[in-house]
């Protein structure tokens, strides 16, 4: 189905009565993999404490972040123009998409980094060292999730999600991106409340890898897409959080289970008065992975929902579609393979 970005901005009453799942991992392992399933299949979207990643370490990438972002425009720009990796300013994609925001877009292979760094920071060793280790970390973390749901689900192979991760040839980014504020002058939204502000920093999107692990400093922005108590579509915006990380079932991860999980549809919001950064890994598999719904997830009473594909097929089609398209659809199992052009 595709969701179209009519859906109204929520009114507070409804945005109180939408719980976002916290998902604590402290807790004993059975315990946390069958919460992992339940937000997943519910809002494909949790938010993750006791995660152990180091707060130093976060800190240090925010820091590290903000100086990027603090540099002169003509500083910024020998990072870019985005191809698709590298610094990016408003534009988002070569589809017309835009947004009131600056980016950096890179790929988490340590070499593709220390080699960036170059040309991002005036303390390149520096730079290259904490976003490796961040990298490392949250990719450590997704691994972990996606082991504990993989338990969850009761999958043969519980390492199915992860393997993809941790590959060599893992296609897996890293995004950070820097919102502005647009007008000091005016916090409020458009229903008079703070449940968001009315400029879109990141349009309406579901994010197209396995799993993305997303961390922001303390200023309000995200929204999810949800259904409240009366089955209406709004967007819930998600409090902040610094010490803790939020968690966004992809597109893959909702292929590979059969539509059993979903693939949360969200964006961004240019906060009206403070600078809002986030920080964002997409776990990916590898270019040649074929994605294809395992055989766990399919039965006579639940028939595959989706033909096979390649990661590096996806990203194709991903680039010729705008943000708020639904690619899913393209690869659904009742449309003939070649038929799913995008004429």
């Not at 966004?248 to 059993?260: E, S």
Request: proline share 7%; hydrophobic share 35%.
């Amino acid at each position: 189905m595709v969701v179209l970005s009519t859906s109204p901005v929520c009114n507070q009453t409804a945005c109180n009565a939408v719980g976002i799942p916290v998902i604590d991992l402290s807790r004993p392992r059975p315990d946390v993999s069958r919460i992992i399933v339940e937000a997943c299949k519910e809002f494909g979207f949790f938010k993750v404490i006791n995660h152990g990643v180091s707060k130093t370490l976060m800190e240090q990438m925010e820091n590290t972040a903000r100086e990027f972002f603090s540099l002169p425009a003509q500083e910024k720009e020998k990072a870019g123009p985005p191809t698709p990796l590298g610094y990016g300013v408003r534009n988002i994609g070569f589809n017309g998409d835009v947004g009131e925001l600056e980016y950096l877009l890179l790929h988490a292979n340590p070499s593709f980094i220390h080699h960036k760094a170059k040309v991002i920071s005036k303390e390149p060793s520096f730079f290259s060292y904490v976003v490796n280790e961040y990298v490392g970390a949250v990719r450590h973390l997704s691994c972990e999730i996606l082991d504990m749901l993989a338990e969850g689900l009761k999958l043969r192979n519980t390492k199915a999600f992860s393997t993809l991760l941790s590959d060599l040839e893992s296609d897996s980014l890293l995004r950070i991106n820097h919102y502005p504020p647009w007008n000091k002058n005016n916090n409020l939204s458009m229903n008079g409340n703070k449940c968001g502000s009315t400029r879109i920093g990141f349009g309406e999107h579901s994010d197209p890898q396995i799993i993305s692990v997303l961390r922001s400093n303390d200023v309000e922005g995200l929204q999810i897409l949800m259904s409240d108590p009366g089955g209406n579509s709004v967007w819930a915006p998600v409090a902040p959080d610094p010490d803790a990380f939020f968690i966004n079932v992809g597109d893959l991860l909702q292929a590979m289970t059969n539509g059993r999980l979903l693939s949360v549809r969200h964006r961004a919001m240019a906060n009206s008065h403070e600078a809002r950064q986030s920080i964002i890994f997409f776990g990916a598999p590898p270019l040649h992975s074929l994605i294809s719904s395992l055989p766990d997830m399919v039965s006579p009473a639940d028939p595959r929902k989706y033909n096979p594909f390649t990661w590096s097929e996806y990203k194709k089609t991903m680039y010729q579609l705008r943000l708020s398209h639904s690619r899913l659809d393209l690869f659904q199992a009742d449309k003939p393979q070649e038929n799913n052009s995008l004429d």
